[in-house]
Structures are given as C-alpha cells and as structure tokens.
C-alpha cells in the first residue's frame, strides 16, 4: 500500500497501543450515491484482517448527510492506518455515481442512457467503470481492443470515411462492431450509405441531431458526445439518441465527502 513506505504508519504506532480495540462508522457529509465499498473493504483487510467492515449501505444506495455508510470494528492501529486510502477509494468512485446518478435522474424521462468513455484515471479504469454503473449508467469501451471506433484523426490519416471503412471491415471479425465518429449530417449520410453499426455524433446542435436521429431511422445505435452536462443532457436525449457519452463523469466527478466518526 503506497501510504506505508517503508516503516508503516509511524504516527499510529506511536501514539497508539497496539492492543487498544476501537469502533468507527463512515458517514455521508453531503447528498450522494455510493461506490467502492469492495475497495474500502480491502484496504483494511490489506493493513489489518481483524478489521472488520460492515457495509450499511450498499453500492448504488443514495445517501442523504448524516447518513451511516459502514461500522468498523477492530485494533484501533488498523483501523487508523487504513483509513485515508479507504476513504480515498470511496470518496472517488461514490463521486462519480454521484455524478452519472445526477444526469440518469435528469434523462429518465427518454430513452437515452448516459455512458462513460476511456477518460479514465491509469490503473483505476475498471472500478471507475464500476461505479458508473453504480450510478445507473452504462459502459463504453474499455479497451480500444473491444471494438473499432473510427474518430477523426483515423479518418485524416485513412483519406477519408469510404477508406477507413473499407480497411476496419476486411480487419475486424464477425462479433467486433464498428462506430463512427461524425461532425456533419452530409458525414452521416456516407456513413449510412456505406453501412456502420454505431454512429457517435460528435458536438452537433440539437436540430442536428433531431435530424440524424430520423436520418439514420433505427439502422445504428446513435451516440451523442459533447457538452453533455446536467443542464444540457435533458435537451440531448430529448433529441431521441440512443446514447450520451461523458468523460467528465470518470475524470472530473467531484468527491462525495465521507468521513470516519471514531472512538476507542
């Protein structure tokens, strides 16, 4: 664990008895959906496995201030030295189902679901992932090896959507679908021309893509990426996309303040 360095948690060690038993509970600062309870759990079991966590609210519980999350039980050392990165994990990933809660509330009136992208922290990808679906949201990509999607640069380099078709469809198998990134409605009518199973439209206006959304007519999944935030996502799925797609939900969701409440 990065917080032991080398000679553990010097300060704990030293001011606190080893055999000194302690009790604790995670508690909810503000409104919030929760996520990374395995994690929470796991950095105590790390530091000390006679910690015990008692999870009182599920991932995926909304939490309102005041609310307890979980009860810790065990030596009061463990409990200390274990804390921050547990609060670090569960602070992070209940921020983002907070914020992908948020903009699911404010679309669940459409039948649009909003998805996160590959916007991720290095090495935390798959829990930020997670707790989009905490959330009520849905998965993009994980890797760039799940499926082909053509984004505009690809297509520069490739001379063009006809080319960068042609050479994704004689690459991919029979099980790999393949999207396409697209700024114009005159790139969407090639793109439809030519056959695609997912179109992701990139910045349009919401006439644009009121229109795309009759052009393409049930043929590819539409996606709808670009300034998608909690006052402008209603209005987008409004349009009748099948998706929205945000980075910000992994990258820059706020924290959910959680704090331990503790006593010898």
């Known amino acids: 664990m990065e917080d032991l360095g080398r000679a ?21 600062r503000q409104p919030g959906t929760i996520a990374g309870m395995g994690l929470a759990r796991l950095a105590f079991a790390l530091v000390d496995p006679r ?4 999870i009182t609210a599920a991932d995926g519980t909304p939490v309102r201030p005041g609310d307890a999350v979980a009860r810790l039980e065990g030596p009061a050392r463990g409990i200390l030295t274990g804390e ?16 992908t809660a948020s903009i699911a509330g404010a679309i669940a009136h459409t039948r649009t679901h909003i998805v996160c992208t ?25 890797g760039l090896d ?3 999607l053509i ?15 042609e050479r ?8 790999v679908k393949i999207e396409l990134e697209v700024d114009t409605l005159a790139q969407l009518d090639q793109a439809l021309a030519l056959g695609v199973d997912a179109v992701l ?18 043929r590819a999944v539409t996606e709808a990426s670009g300034r998608i935030n909690l006052e402008t996502a209603p209005a987008i799925a409004e349009t009748g996309v099948d998706l929205i797609s945000a980075g910000w939900l992994t990258h820059s969701a706020a924290v959910l303040d959680i704090g331990l409440d503790i006593s010898a």
């Open 151 to 165: 984004k505009d640069n690809h297509i520069a380099i490739a001379g063009g959507i006809a080319p960068a078709l």
């Open 201 to 218: 439209l990139d910045n349009m206006t919401l006439e644009d893509l009121r229109t795309a959304v009759t052009m393409v007519a049930g």
């Open 8 to 28: 553990g948690d010097i300060t704990t060690d030293a001011l606190i008895p080893a055999d000194l038993h302690a009790t604790g509970l995670f508690v909810a």
């Open 118 to 142: 590959r916007k991720t922290t290095p090495g935390l990808r798959v829990v930020e992932k997670y707790a989009v679906r905490c959330g009520g949201g849905m998965n993009h990509r994980f």
């Open 168 to 175: 994704a469809r004689a690459h991919a198998g029979h099980l």
């Open 146 to 148: 799940d499926a082909i």
């Open 84 to 99: 921050r990165v547990a609060l670090n994990f569960l602070g992070h990933l209940s921020g983002i189902a907070t914020a």
């Open 51 to 54: 910690v015990v966590l008692t």
